[in-house]
């Protein structure tokens, strides 16, 4: 008698189950992580202000590291940093990279960035915000695109960074394969 009430209601669950398997991996597919919808690499440049480069340096540091442990933990620093298309640093940029990075590990350089990508050209207008950790001594690190507006209205996707050069404490690029999954 219970094996008969059991059955059908068994049998339910399997149905359910079946149909979420295929809907979440229908989900998956349409996010390959292999085809995004658009997909550009940028250069990023950051000249950290050292006091007397008033017209060269496009970056600031608004705090100073507070001697908890040897990777600069707790400088904060604020850049209004040129995008470009290749490595060069005097190419034109084709947009501005806006925000800050902090650094907050004690045991290794690993910075946290949020900034804005703004476009501003007659290819482009519109802004991506990218945000993440940036596990510095890793050869590339992911940090996610959480928005867009104008031209790259509600896009998603991943920011893939890779130090291409550090000068010291004085300049560094950052090679962004950037990625989105979602275009509008
Ligand atoms: C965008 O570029 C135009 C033309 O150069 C300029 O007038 C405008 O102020 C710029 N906007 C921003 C937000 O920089
Ligand atoms: C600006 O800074 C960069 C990176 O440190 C350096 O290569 C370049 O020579 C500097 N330019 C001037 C005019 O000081």
Same mark, same amino acid.
């Given at each position: 008698?219970?094996?008969? *009430? $059991?059955?059908?209601?068994?049998?339910? &669950?399997?149905?359910?189950? @079946?149909?979420?398997?295929? +809907?979440?991996?229908? /989900?998956?597919?349409?996010?390959?992580?292999?085809?995004?919808?658009?997909?550009? *690499? $940028?250069?990023?440049?950051?000249?950290? &202000?050292?006091?007397?480069? @008033?017209?060269?340096?496009? +970056?600031?540091?608004? /705090?100073?590291?507070?001697?908890?442990?040897?990777?600069?933990?707790?400088?904060? *620093?604020?850049?209004?940093?040129?995008?470009?298309?290749?490595?060069?640093?005097?190419?034109?940029?084709?947009?501005?990279?806006?925000?800050?990075?902090?650094?907050?590990?004690?045991?290794?350089?690993?910075?946290?960035?949020?900034?804005?990508?703004?476009?501003?050209?007659?290819?482009?207008?519109?802004?991506?915000?990218?945000?993440?950790?940036?596990?510095?001594?890793?050869?590339?690190?992911?940090?996610?695109?959480?928005?867009?507006?104008?031209?790259?209205?509600?896009?998603?996707?991943?920011?893939?960074?890779?130090?291409?050069?550090?000068?010291?404490?004085?300049?560094?690029?950052?090679?962004?394969?950037?990625?989105?999954?979602?275009?509008?």
């Amino acid at each position: 008698m219970t094996s008969l *009430v $059991l059955k059908p209601c068994c049998f339910f &669950f399997l149905i359910l189950f @079946v149909s979420q398997h295929y +809907s979440v991996s229908a /989900t998956k597919k349409s996010l390959d992580p292999r085809n995004p919808c658009k997909r550009f *690499v $940028l250069y990023y440049h950051d000249i950290l &202000f050292g006091g007397n480069d @008033v017209a060269n340096a496009t +970056s600031a540091a608004t /705090t100073n590291a507070i001697g908890l442990g040897n990777s600069y933990l707790g400088m904060l *620093v604020i850049f209004d940093d040129p995008m470009t298309k290749d490595q060069h640093l005097l190419s034109p940029p084709v947009a501005r990279a806006q925000g800050f990075y902090f650094y907050h590990m004690k045991t290794t350089y690993n910075a946290w960035f949020a900034y804005t990508l703004i476009f501003n050209s007659s290819d482009h207008k519109g802004t991506l915000n990218i945000m993440g950790a940036d596990m510095i001594m890793e050869k590339t690190r992911d940090l996610s695109v959480v928005g867009g507006t104008g031209d790259f209205f509600m896009a998603r996707g991943i920011a893939t960074l890779e130090t291409m050069t550090l000068e010291g404490f004085k300049y560094f690029r950052l090679k962004m394969d950037i990625k989105l999954y979602e275009c509008y």
